[in-house]
């Protein structure tokens, strides 16, 4: 067990979130645990994913929302596609603090040869805070040249 601060309190299973991007590099450190059927993104709140009023914006909500949906589809088809959203929806039900984990777990309801629909509950220390749905566009990724 390392005795690094910035790790100690991650929850087992967690690690570095495999993909970046610059949208959610100020964000970081951002974890993910995967499981047979999704990928799961956690992290621990601190003021860059605030609002003026201290609380969790709900920018960063919809926007890891739609990172874990997409992820966890890509995951129940073996990572041979790729998609991009059509659609997201984001129900806000409570909300979270400054020091909280939040977690955002997700289901992928039906996967298609065009289309993947998917939800997730986003907990911050597992009480649920919001909700999300989404539906994804296959994208097949571009084969190699030879």
């Given at each position: ?29 951002i ?35 739609d990172?874990?949906m ?43 040869s ?5 939800q ?27």
């Amino acid at each position: 067990m390392t005795t690094d601060a910035s790790v100690v309190d991650i929850p087992a299973g967690f690690e570095p979130l495999f993909r970046k991007s610059p949208l959610t590099e100020p964000w970081e450190p951002i974890y993910a645990r995967k499981t047979d059927k999704a990928v799961i993104i956690g992290l621990r709140l601190a003021r860059p994913h605030t609002n003026g009023r201290g609380l969790i914006h709900g920018g960063l909500i919809a926007a890891l929302a739609d990172n874990a949906m997409g992820y966890s589809c890509a995951q129940a088809t073996d990572w041979k596609t790729t998609f991009v959203t059509i659609s997201l929806a984001v129900d806000f039900i409570g909300t979270a603090n400054i020091g909280q984990w939040l977690t955002i777990e997700s289901d992928v309801l039906k996967t298609g040869s065009t289309i993947c629909f998917a939800q997730s509950l986003i907990k911050a220390d597992d009480v649920t805070i919001a909700r999300a749905n989404g539906t994804f566009r296959v994208v097949p990724k571009k084969q190699p040249a030879n």
